[in-house]
């Protein structure tokens, strides 16, 4: 029996691994520490994978888990503040592209991290303004100003490159 | 802006070529496994191992080194010397090598009073060797695995640590323990999962050692297919070694005034040098209520994934030093959000050579006899710039009872080398 529970997580990690990187990978905004979240979510996911399984939607789930540890480690977690880099990293060709998502990615890094999260999974997740209060655990106008916020934000820090580019 | 620019932009950010993963789903399911017994009944265990251990005092012989070329009695020891790891692996398969696992820490290996952790990984792909030395009569964390052998109850009948007393849950190990070869002439088991294989041992009398392999998910390969490897790795495992971590500091007298050295983590050198990458002291008097539920030592450690802090009752005071081969860097979280429930912790940061030591103190949240503190503000803590020397950042009306003081008498006595060559072997005052 526990065998078949263990099966069944590690199909379902297995499958939606590369979705569980590239939202933690957004909400952090670095490797590194998108695959700490993700290490944190999936054992927190493996403890509560009972109820996970009787969820309408696991993906649901297990988004929730991400989103809060996420919060919750930037809240307790010194060591999440301090990032140990290699000095000398493998850094790809630079290119028209790779500076435009260099420009995304430090407009991103600026926003609060609720805003972000918030800006995550209403258009990355696509998940309405009220799927997304509930997730986030407010009220559905904050999620509305935390949006309008979040775009002005990034329309004031991109809005020149976006211009040039188009 | 558009939604549609929005979700352009974040779609080409994630869909990126990502790095190789470093996420370790054996550890996730092993980890995961392991909160669960502890859920189901092994918590309360847990945390009087807790209070137990941070409790102990090290007799201050036991802190300092043993004298070179004088082997220990191997398994007759009641403590482990955390400065000094007992055991090391003797015969690592190919394509293995020394590095710790992600998942048991990521700090390197631990060595504390209690018991030794050391891995080996594969250099390409998943899988890794875990061992685990108990010193005699300790039961761990992995208690819940060896109860299930019979021999491993009836050598700990009598002990009085609750983690020693329970019974398998039946979580991690689903099989019955399989009576395996003699190693060394005494008596091991196989205790198998569907996930990874486990080879438990009695190096000595009433002493266990465990060695547990995980497979990538990725093999076919049968789980009994380790077996064989185990028990080699096991057979040639060396115990009562004597060689010393090495630390870049000393500790002044005022620190280590009853505190007790809790666990050292640490690396291994190309070369075979132990450097330690940090230490964790802990004062004698912690207790831990409310919601905590880690094993770890750290009293504000919480599993609850809505972010509740444990409650801290009475003074607590945990030092961590941790240091690391690579650059610093501080990440400041640019929000303040409503309630000031982002913690910043009491830390400081020194730069030495190619190597950044970060100090913290505990507590950095929550509450202590119900009373919340001022901690530092984010933006105090955001002043902070490596390479620069040394920062501090406590603020002195933080009624933490004696840690301010003894944080600044640690500050005082520390002394740095960025050479390894130079670093001591006694962190401690002798």
């Known amino acids: 029996m526990r065998g078949a529970r263990d099966a069944e997580y590690t199909e379902y990690v297995q499958s939606r691994m590369l979705w569980l990187r590239r939202v933690a990978y957004l909400l952090c905004q670095d490797w590194q520490s998108a695959d700490d979240l993700v290490q944190s979510a999936i054992t927190r996911l493996y403890t509560h994978w009972g109820k996970a399984r009787d969820a309408t939607s696991i993906d649901a789930y297990v988004r ?21 880099v290699d000095r000398h990293l493998d850094a790809p ?16 890094t600026t926003l609060p991290p609720r805003q972000r999260a918030t800006l ?3 258009f990355y997740c696509d998940l309405s303004v009220e799927e997304t209060s509930r997730e986030l655990g407010c009220t559905v106008g904050t999620v509305k100003s935390q949006t309008a916020k979040g775009l002005e934000s990034l329309r004031r820090a991109l809005g020149p490159i976006m211009a040039e580019e188009s | 802006m558009s939604d549609h620019d929005m979700r352009t932009l974040l779609r080409d950010l994630a869909d990126r070529p990502e790095p190789a993963s470093t996420i370790d789903l054996a550890a996730a399911r092993r980890t995961g496994k392991r909160r669960l017994w502890l859920r189901n009944g092994g918590i309360t265990a847990a945390v009087a191992a807790i209070v137990l251990s941070v ?18 009695a191997t398994g007759s020891k009641d403590h482990f010397n955390p400065f000094i790891p007992d055991a090391a692996f003797g015969y690592v398969p190919p394509g293995y090598e020394l590095k710790p696992v992600q998942g048991l820490s990521s700090q390197g290996f631990t060595s504390t009073a209690n018991e030794l952790t050391l891995s080996v990984k594969q250099t390409s792909g998943g899988g890794s060797i875990t061992l685990d030395v108990l010193h005699k009569g300790d039961c761990g964390n992995v208690s819940m695995d060896l109860n299930l052998i019979p021999a491993y109850r009836a050598s700990h009948a009598g002990s009085k640590d609750p983690a020693c007393r329970g019974l398998g849950s039946g979580v991690v190990v689903t099989n019955p323990p399989v009576r395996a070869p003699d190693v060394a002439g005494r008596p091991a088991y196989w205790l198998n999962t569907p996930d990874w294989s486990m080879l438990a041992w009695q190096y000595a009398p009433g002493a266990w050692a465990l060695l547990e392999a995980f497979t990538p998910s990725t093999s076919r390969a ?21 060689k010393p971590i090495m630390f870049p500091f000393k500790l002044s007298g005022a620190i280590a005034s009853g505190w007790t050295p809790n666990s050292v983590f640490f690396t291994v050198t190309p070369s075979g040098q132990y450097l330690a990458n940090m230490l964790e002291e802990t004062a004698p008097a912690v207790a831990v209520r409310g919601q905590g539920t880690s094993t770890t030592p750290n009293p504000l450690a919480t599993e609850d994934a809505a972010g509740a802090y444990a409650e801290v009752a009475g003074p607590v005071n945990l030092l961590t030093i941790i240091a690391s081969t690579k650059p610093y ?26 190597v950044s030591w ?36 406590v603020r002195l009306d933080v009624p933490l009872d004696h840690t301010v003081p003894s944080f600044t008498a640690l500050l005082d006595g520390l002394s740095f080398s960025a050479d390894p060559q130079t670093w001591t072997t006694t962190p401690l005052p002798g």
């Open chain 2, 329 to 354: 860097d501080f990440t400041c979280a640019p929000e303040n959000p409503p309630g000031n429930s982002l913690i910043v912790p009491i830390t400081s940061v020194r730069q030495i050579g190619g």
């Open chain 1, 120 to 122: 995550v999974l209403r």
């Open chain 2, 222 to 242: 049968p789980i009994t297919a380790d077996r064989p490897v185990l028990l080699k790795v096991a057979r040639t495992v060396k115990f009562g070694q004597t």
């Open chain 1, 93 to 108: 060709g630079r290119s028209a592209d790779h500076d435009a998502r260099l420009d995304v990615q430090a407009a991103l």
């Open chain 2, 55 to 72: 409790a102990v005092v090290i007799p201050r012989e036991l802190a300092a080194p043993a004298p070179s070329g004088n082997p220990t």
């Open chain 1, 64 to 84: 929730t888990i991400l989103v809060r540890s996420f919060f919750s480690e930037r809240r307790s977690a010194w060591s999440r503040r301090v990032l140990l």
């Open chain 2, 358 to 393: 970060l100090f913290q103190t505990d507590p950095k949240s929550a509450k202590l006899n119900g009373k919340s503190y001022d901690l530092p503000t984010v933006d105090q803590a955001c002043n902070q710039q490596p390479g620069d020397g040394l920062r501090v950042n």
